[in-house]
């Protein structure tokens, strides 16, 4: 799991990096939910992530957005950590440009910029969005949204309200050509603090249908 600095918009950005194990090994970059609220690469769910992406083969990064840990710059209202995270990804791209596949995970505030990335890069065929802040943020730009994923929720999330997560479900679903898998974990808060076996059981679960070579959803 070796620390890297790499460059983004603003100066270096710190992450965590492990390389595929072949040469067209597929990529996954891991989000981490909101800096204000002390949200780093080193957050239990990110790490959860980023391990499972790794034990599956992917050349996997997980990173501070800028003015985190020894990442440069300061908080920019989501707009700069959006720059951030194209930068993450195309330095891993560097590293594996024969990647078959490309992924991005996020939780919360990660959740949120994942899924604004991954309109910006046709490469991007999954996502796993934890949380995402429906109540908070707009999520009007996915539209349509361009490729399949999975979105979970605890249902006892006291910072993202399970109806506004349902009603993105909802809206995701009446496009076509997309498939939007919703799960929801019984009693989990909104950082799964008891049930991070239940969470990491759905994100590994949906992993297994989508990786499976005979999986309709590509």
Known sequence: MPEVIFPGPEGRLEGRFSPGPRPRAPVALILHPHPQGGGTMNNAIVQALYKTFMRRGFATLRFNFRGVGKSQGIFDNGIGELSDAASALDWVQQIHPEAETTWIAGFSFGAWIGMQLLMRRPEVRGFISIAPPANMY???????CPSSGIIIQ????????????????????TQRH?????????????????????????????????????CPIK
């Open 138 to 144: 707009d999520f009007s730009f996915l539209a349509p």
């Open 154 to 173: 605890g249902e006892g999330d006291e910072v993202v309200t399970p109806l506004a997560t349902q009603k993105l479900v909802d809206k995701l679903r």
């Open 178 to 214: 997309i498939t939007i898998h919703h799960d929801t974990i019984p009693h989990a808060n909104h950082f799964f603090v008891n049930e991070m076996t239940e969470l990491m059981a759905s994100v590994d679960n949906y992993l297994d249908m989508r990786l499976d070579p005979n």
